[in-house]
């Protein structure tokens, strides 16, 4: 069971990224599913999460009309698109899945996780 982050990079300020999470040994359809960053010297921040239970999606003011989170019909793939990018975006992104409602409790506790990938934004 594991996940696996692909689409990090290098993007200029106002650019977009769209960042993919994909699911071995098990599909997402009935698995919260969250994305994260982290900065060195800085806590993990969620800047995205979709709701199995409720079908919904839910974001943080600082991601919120810049930020979508999808996932695609076989339920193994999960997406980040992530458009009008500003250097403060730039970290490790890691997506997490977790069988229990967590994204509409704002629980940061997923059991599964990603390696992450590096999202680097110039200005």
């Known amino acids: 069971v594991t996940l696996l982050e692909s689409g990090g990079g290098l993007v200029q300020s106002g650019g977009s990224l769209r960042l993919t999470c994909t699911a071995t040994g098990f599909t997402m359809e009935h698995y919260d599913v969250g994305w994260f960053r982290q900065v060195p010297g800085k806590e993990r921040e969620g800047v995205a999460c979709?709701?199995?239970?409720?079908?919904?999606?839910h974001y943080p003011a600082s991601t919120k009309d810049r930020f979508i989170i999808t996932r695609d019909a076989a339920r193994r793939t999960v997406y980040l698109q992530m458009n009008n990018l500003k250097p403060d975006d730039s970290g490790v992104y890691f997506c997490?899945?977790?069988?229990?409602?967590?994204?509409?409790?704002?629980?940061?506790?997923?059991?599964?996780w990603g390696q992450g990938t590096q999202v680097t934004v110039s200005s």
């Open positions: 979709s709701s199995a239970v409720e079908g919904s999606s």
């Open positions: 997490a899945a977790d069988p229990g409602a967590r994204c509409i409790r704002g629980n940061p506790y997923y059991d599964v």
